[in-house]
Each structure stands twice: as structure tokens, then as C-alpha cells.
């Protein structure tokens, strides 16, 4: 009575007022509390996705350089060129603008190494340019004869603090080991303000508020101009992954809730024949939507954080700068966090709707309601995916103007399409189940039936293997374009020694010298030279030397669009294709090329041009010849080239190599660029140093394997998420499905179903599903891949003619078999409680 008393009257009208609401409100507070259990698998679909929206935009805000790398704390940058007139251009931006950062570089070769570094002039404690430098031991460089290095230029060097280093004629102690935070590939020497005497480049940064950078001058960029050049900045991707979290999580919350619900519905049903409202049944509901949201997102980010921190450490070597232990786009993992509470909550909104559209004795009977006709979803989506289509081709069009934005909306309106499109792949599969043996027709109907729940599931695992087969199909193009070759430079157990530079070939690949002051030393014979790769050889214990000549020869592409001819083209000397196992026989007697890269055979429009002429003596520009066919007095149109897989593969190594019947037909002079090593073993760090030191030491230089990833390691790698992923939604899903129809699963064994019809219902539910969704995330993805690759001649993938054929079937068949394999084993127990039905 008391309590009758103390409670508020109720002043609403028919949907009891506050007073129901807060009671339907304690009831799902009750259930979410009591049935967690039954609650677990959503909850740890929706912490999943939350994680893995958490990590994705923390990685892709970290992995590409940030917009103001090389700005400094400044606000805008000039770049100048060594010269008489640097005084007067740098005393200008300090009259016009007051504080300004100089850093003067000159450019220097590593000894005995391909590669390059910078004696740079900077001062630690500029006004601007703090960020860009950090002191990992000893001290910065005070005045004239001292220097900092950075590891790695250490190591090459062997140099440590407190040692002499002696280049270009003056001798510097070392006073400590430096980096730039900004760019961990930034290899430099450090020395005080002053001592770069002829610097080749010099960066002044400085602050000019509101002004535009062309104002000012034309070698000025400011971090605005720099951002608002490249469209897939950091933010955009960011932007991009948070929207496909966010459309992951509430695929996976719909499937999920709609299941709760179907579990809740005799509860709901009793509700309703007690009087509740429809309004206070949504309610019951869609705040369970909320709570398990609530918990998700918590869970999530915890979840999602812990990862972050421990992959950290190997992103920074990764992708070569440092990353704070907290760096993470908060302005968007904050919002992503509300988003995935408020998907969660509108997530829950379908079901909450379904459930009070159904009379009360169909609630209380527990009869889900009947699906909707397929055809209502999969015309719009088949539509959307066309249009999609439309959209990427004009955003893959390098002149069309439509950019990011037409590459995003088209995404966007593919992703809409596959999800409007599921529920009819599982119509057809119901169809398709009419001849299969019982447990499989019940298991088909069964997702047919109530694509509510089945359809948000396919939707979601569809979507992680477009993502996966996008990348494949992208990749397996990119990597597979037979003119600007990509992929490592050299196999791990080769070596390219590069004769005295410059000179024909000499110096580097291509026949162009390394990136450096000139070499003014007189030129070692070739015999010398020789000896001394020989040496290298030894140091690095191989024995045999493929000697690698160069002729007065090179490849072009007539067209002036799309990429042009990449690499070195070297000879094909008898011992040359000896060693890689090539007979004379092999090589047809008219060819002109020989070469390793797929589909370069078919190529048309190529020009051989030889004697030594430039571009310009062919009538053309930067980007070829300008007439088709090239005169013959000086190129070769349409060369014979034969494909024989047995060259070497590295974007480096002689992959191309111009026959001796090309050389006799145009009288070609050759001349020795360098040696290939043959190594019986990937050589060690130690074994690198000792090579750069011998070939400095004779004027040479070495080039080992760089850490260009190769294709077949992206495509595997995209192809291990997509089936993690995908496997990871479906096992979760799966549970999700037997759970709810627990009851035909004790009919069902009630009436003499053995284990081995239980197990067959649950592998052909998974091994559905990871079909469908195996097909149309393929579909999907070839469609966007046709779509921008259509009128794209940036890297030629108009063709499309490198198909990933093995990651493709990993995905289209291997997946579906090995989720019908863990659904076999992990079924088949008998359920509980075969004589009660719970409430």
C-alpha cells in the first residue's frame, strides 16, 4: 500500500506514460542481465566489428606519412636549389615573413652501395624544424668537424660516436646517433648550421598566414596545398574504413537482434495479451539494442586498443616513422564508438517493428513472421550495382575529373548493392534444395524462410570477402603490368655488382650513375673491376659471376598515356642463358626480346630504339615517340618478343634481355654494367657490409633485395583476412542460427534424428552461407575492378587479364568447404532438455 502510494500517478493516455516505459525498460535490463549467455554471440559480433573499426582507423591514419611531414611545426615550405642567388632568396622570405628554419642538403653516395644519403645543416633547436629531428644517444653536432649519423648510415658506414669519419676531403667525429621521427628511411649525416658548403637542395620552412603558396613563389607548398593534392589522404581512408565498420556492425547487429527477438517472442507475446502497447514492446526491444550496443562498443574499443598497442611497434618498422602510443584519429574512433551504439539501437528497430506486426497468438505460438519475396530487393540492388560501375569507371578516369568522389559513391552504392541483392541468393538456394537429401533441403529452406536473419548475415560475410578479392584482383593487375614492372628488385639470394660509375651502365640499374657527388676518380680497368667483384663474390660466399652487359638499346611504348617501359634491358649472352637453365633451342630465331614478364609479348605499339638515340631524335616526348610506326634508321617497330619464365623475376635483375640476333641485325655495341651473383644462401647483414666495404674500396657498388613486398604476398595476405573475417562473422552467425532453432533440433531428435543428420544441418548452414557470400563478394569485387579499370590507362587494367586464379578458388571454394568441415565437427552434440520447451 505504501508503495502504491509513493508511486506517481500515471497522466498519460493509452501507452501507460512514463510508468510503462520504465518498467519494460527494467524487464530488458532484467533479460540483457540474465541472458547474457544467449546474448554473447551478438555481443561479441558487435565487440569484433568495434575492434576492428578501432584498429583499421588507427593503422590507416598511421601508415601513410602525415600531411605536415617535412613542414615542421611551420605552416609553409620553400624549396631552392644550390646557387649564387640562395643568399638573396632566403634573405627575401626572412624580410617578408620574419622567422624562418634553413636545412641545407647535399647529396652523397654510400660507399660501395646503390644508395644514397644527405649531409645535412640543420639546427636542432630551430623554430620549426624540432619535429624532424629526435637524439637517440650521444649529442647533437655544436660546431665545425663534428656530425650525428642515423643508424642504418651508421651501420653501413661502421661508424660509432666518438669514431672519425673522412668524407669529401674532411675528417668528422662522431657525437651521437640521430633519426627522423617523420621518416624513418630519412638516412643523413648531421653537422652544425654552416657546414654544408655546396648544398644541392635547401628546404626554408616558415609561417605566411593566409596567404596562398603560388603568391609567394613557385617552389612553395603549404601543409593545406599538400593535403588537398592527394584525395586519399589519411582522413579520407579513415573516413572510409569508419563507414564500412559502421555498415559491418549494424549487418551483423540486424541478423543478431532479429534472432533475439525470434527467441523473446512468446515473452513479447505474453507482454502484448497483458496489454502492453506496441510502442512499449519496441521499446522492450530496442532497448536491449542499446544495452548490447552499449556493452559492444565498451568491449570493442578495449578490445580494439589492446591490438593496437601491440602491433604498434611493428607498424612503426613498417612503414618507416614513429607513431605515439596513443596516436590515433580520436576525432574519429569517438564518433565511431557513438555511431556503433547508435547502429546497434536502429539495428534493433527491423525486428522491434516485425515483432509487433504479429497478432499475439502467432507470438505466443512462437511463429515467426512469413519473409518477403526476394524480388523486392534484388531488382533495386542489381541496379545499384550497374550504377556503381557507372561511378567507379568515371572515377578511374584519370581525365574525367571525377576523382575520390566518383570512386567513393560508386563503393558506396556497390556495398548497398550486395546487401540488397542477398536475400535472393538465399531464395535461390531454397530452390536449389528441392533434390538434396533431407537435413541439407531443411538446413536451405531454413535460411530461405527467415532471410531477416540470414540475409544480414550473408550481407556481412559477402563484404568481408569483397574487400579480400578487391585486393587480390587489384593487386594480381598492378603487379602484373608488363611494362612498369613491380615486386622486389633481386630474389634474396642475388647480388647485382655495378661497375665503376659513370659510364655505360655503370653506377646503377639502366645505365645511369648513383645518386651522389660524381665520381672524378680515374676509371679501374675492366679487368680490376673484376677481380674486385670477385672478391665480393667471395666475401659474400658464392663463387660464380653472370656477367651483365648493356647494349645502345631501349624499350618504349608509343602511346602517351598510361605508364611507360620501367627497368633495365640487358643482353642475352650464351652464359647468361646457360645459367638460368635457357638452351639455344628455346630461343626462336627471329626474336628480338626475350623476356619474363607476363603479357608483354602481346603488347602492341612497342618500339625497339637503338644506336643510342635520344627520344627526341624519334620525333616524340618524356612519354615516347609521338609517331607510330618509329623511323627505322633509328627504332625497331613491334619487336619480336618471346615470354620464357626462366629469366629472373626482380625488377632489377636482366627480366628483359635483347637477343643476339638484334645486335647483329642493327650492329649494336656492347659494354659490361656488372656481375649477378648467384648466391647459395640469402646473405647476412654482416656479409653486406663486408661486400659494400670491398667494392667501395674499388669503386664499385652493390645492389642487394629491397622490402618491395611481391605480389603473391599481398594477394595471400588479402586473401588470409578476407577468410579470417569471413569465417569469423559465419561461425558467430552460425551459432546464432542453431540457437534459435533449437526447438526443431529437439523435434527432430525427439523423432530419431542421429548426429550425423544434427551435423549435417549445421555444415550445410555454414558451407551456404560461405558459398553465397564466397560468390558474391567475388562478383562484387570483379564488378568494382571492371568498373575502374575500364577507361583507367593509369596502369592499364582495362584488360583484366591477371586473375588471381588461386587465391580466387582459396576463396570461392576452400573457404565454403573448410566452414562446412568446422561446422561437421563442432555439431552433432545432443541438445538438452528434449521433454521441456523454454520460455
Known amino acids: 500500500m505504501t508503495a502504491a502510494v509513493r508511486e506517481r500517478p ?380 557507372v561511378l567507379l569507371a568515371y572515377g578511374g578516369h584519370s581525365s574525367s575529373g571525377g576523382g575520390a568522389l566518383g570512386v567513393v559513391a560508386g563503393l558506396v552504392l556497390l556495398i548497398a548493392g550486395v546487401i540488397m541483392i542477398a536475400p535472393l541468393w538465399l531464395a535461390v538456394l531454397g530452390r536449389l534444395a528441392r533434390p538434396a537429401p533431407v537435413a541439407v533441403r531443411l538446413a536451405l529452406r531454413d535460411l530461405a524462410r527467415y532471410r531477416a536473419r540470414s540475409g544480414s548475415a550473408l550481407s556481412a560475410i559477402s563484404l568481408g570477402v569483397f574487400i579480400a578479392a578487391l585486393i587480390c584482383v587489384l593487386a594480381a593487375q598492378r603487379y602484373g603490368n608488363s611494362l612498369d614492372y613491380a615486386g622486389p628488385n633481386l630474389a634474396s639470394n642475388q647480388v647485382i655488382v655495378y661497375t665503376y660509375g659513370p659510364g655505360p651502365g655503370g653506377g646503377g640499374p639502366g645505365g645511369s650513375a648513383s645518386t651522389g657527388s660524381a665520381n672524378t676518380a680515374p676509371a679501374p680497368s675492366l679487368r680490376t673491376q673484376l677481380a674486385t667483384a670477385q672478391n665480393i663474390a667471395e666475401a659474400l660466399g658464392g663463387r660464380d659471376l653472370i656477367t651483365l652487359e648493356q647494349a645502345d638499346a631501349r624499350l618504349q611504348h608509343a602511346d602517351a598515356t598510361g605508364r611507360q617501359w620501367s627497368g633495365p634491358i640487358y643482353v642475352a649472352t650464351p652464359q647468361l642463358l646457360a645459367a638460368f637453365g635457357i638452351s639455344p633451342s628455346q630461343v626462336q630465331p627471329d626474336a628480338d626480346i626475350l623476356t619474363m614478364r607476363p603479357g608483354l609479348s602481346g603488347v602492341s605499339r612497342m618500339q625497339l630504339i637503338h644506336g643510342n638515340k635520344g627520344v627526341d631524335n624519334v620525333g616524340g616526348g618524356p612519354n615516347g615517340p609521338a609517331t607510330f610506326p618509329c623511323p627505322a634508321s633509328t627504332c625497331l617497330a613491334n619487336p619480336v618478343i618471346q615470354e620464357i619464365s626462366a629469366l629472373p623475376s626482380g625488377t632489377s635483375g636482366p627480366n628483359t634481355v635483347i637477343t643476339a640476333h638484334a645486335l647483329g641485325q642493327f650492329g649494336l655495341q656492347e659494354s659490361t654494367s656488372g656481375w649477378l651473383l648467384q648466391l647459395p644462401h640469402p646473405p647476412t647483414a654482416a656479409q653486406i657490409r663486408n661486400a659494400r666495404q670491398v667494392a667501395a674500396a674499388g669503386g664499385l657498388s652493390i645492389e642487394t633485395k629491397s622490402s618491395t613486398p611481391a605480389a603473391s604476398e599481398v594477394i595471400d595476405w588479402a586473401t588470409v583476412f578476407g577468410i579470417a573475417l569471413a569465417l569469423g562473422i559465419l561461425a558467430m552467425t552460425v551459432g546464432l542460427i542453431r540457437s534459435e532453432t533449437a526447438s526443431d533440433l529437439r523435434t527432430l531428435t525427439a523423432a530419431g534424428a542421429s548426429a550425423w543428420t544434427r551435423r549435417t544441418l549445421t555444415a550445410a548452414t555454414a558451407w551456404a552461407l560461405a558459398q553465397a557470400g564466397a560468390i558474391l563478394g567475388v562478383l562484387a569485387a570483379y564488378v568494382g575492378a571492371i568498373g575502374y579499370s575500364w577507361v583507367n590507362p593509369l596502369d592499364g587494367l582495362s584488360e583484366l587479364a591477371n586473375i588471381p586464379l588461386a587465391n580466387l578458388l582459396v576463396l570461392l571454394i576452400g573457404m565454403p568447404v573448410a566452414a562446412a568441415a568446422v561446422g561437421w565437427l563442432l555439431a552433432g552434440r545432443e541438445p538438452a532438455g528434449l521433454n521441456r520447451q523454454p520460455m
Do not use: C
Request: charged share 15%.
Open 10 to 389: 500515471s497522466r498519460a493516455g493509452s501507452h501507460g506514460g512514463l510508468p510503462a516505459r520504465r518498467a519494460v525498460m527494467r524487464w530488458a535490463w532484467r533479460m540483457f542481465r540474465r541472458e547474457w549467455r544467449q546474448q554473447f554471440l551478438v555481443l561479441a559480433l558487435i565487440t569484433v566489428a568495434v575492434g576492428a573499426t578501432v584498429v583499421g582507423a588507427a593503422v590507416a591514419t598511421d601508415t601513410p606519412p602525415a600531411s605536415g611531414a617535412g613542414f615542421g611545426t611551420a605552416t609553409d615550405q620553400a624549396s631552392f636549389s644550390g646557387g649564387p642567388q640562395l643568399a638573396g632568396q632566403i634573405a627575401s622570405l626572412r624580410q617578408r615573413f620574419g622567422r624562418v628554419d634553413v636545412i641545407e642538403n647535399q647529396a652523397v653516395s654510400v660507399p660501395g652501395s646503390t644508395e644514397s644519403f644527405d649531409l645535412r645543416a640543420q639546427d636542432p633547436h630551430g623554430p620549426f624544424g624540432q619535429p624532424m629531428l629526435s637524439l637517440i644517444s650521444g649529442t647533437y653536432p655544436a660546431g665545425p668537424g663534428q656530425v650525428a649519423l642515423t643508424p642504418d648510415l651508421a651501420t653501413a658506414l661502421s661508424l660509432k660516436t666518438g669514431e672519425e669519419w673522412s668524407q669529401g676531403g674532411r675528417s668528422w667525429r662522431v657525437t651521437g646517433i640521430v633519426r627522423n621521427p617523420q621518416s624513418l628511411l630519412d638516412e643523413f649525416a648531421l653537422v652544425a648550421p654552416g657546414q654544408v658548403t655546396t648544398p644541392t637542395q635547401v628546404t626554408v620552412l616558415f609561417d605566411a598566414p593566409g596567404l596562398a603558396p603560388g603568391k609567394i613563389g613557385p617552389t612553395v607548398l603549404s601543409r593545406q596545398s599538400v593535403a588537398a593534392s592527394n584525395p586519399l589522404n589519411p582522413e579520407t581512408i579513415v573516413l572510409g574504413l569508419a563507414t564500412v565498420g559502421m555498415l559491418l556492425i549494424a549487418l551483423v547487429a540486424v541478423g543478431g537482434f532479429t534472432v533475439l527477438a525470434q527467441r523473446r517472442l512468446r515473452g513479447l507475446g505474453v507482454l502484448g495479451s497483458l496489454g502492453a502497447t506496441d510502442r512499449n514492446i519496441r521499446l522492450v526491444v530496442m532497448a536491449n539494442g542499446l544495452l548490447v550496443g552499449v556493452a559492444g562498443a565498451v568491449a570493442g574499443f578495449v578490445l580494439g586498443m589492446a591490438a593496437w598497442l601491440a602491433y604498434r611497434p611493428r607498424l612503426e618498422s613498417s612503414v618507416h616513422h614513429l607513431i605515439g602510443m596513443f596516436q590515433v584519429p580520436w576525432a574519429v574512433i569517438g564518433p565511431a564508438l557513438v555511431l556503433a551504439v547508435l547502429a546497434s539501437f536502429l539495428a534493433s528497430a527491423r525486428p522491434a517493428r516485425t515483432v509487433t506486426r504479429l497478432p499475439v497468438v502467432a507470438a505466443l505460438a512462437g511463429r515467426p513472421a512469413p519473409p518477403k519475396g526476394a524480388h523486392r530487393s534484388a531488382v533495386p540492388g542489381v541496379v545499384l550495382m550497374v550504377a556503381a560501375a
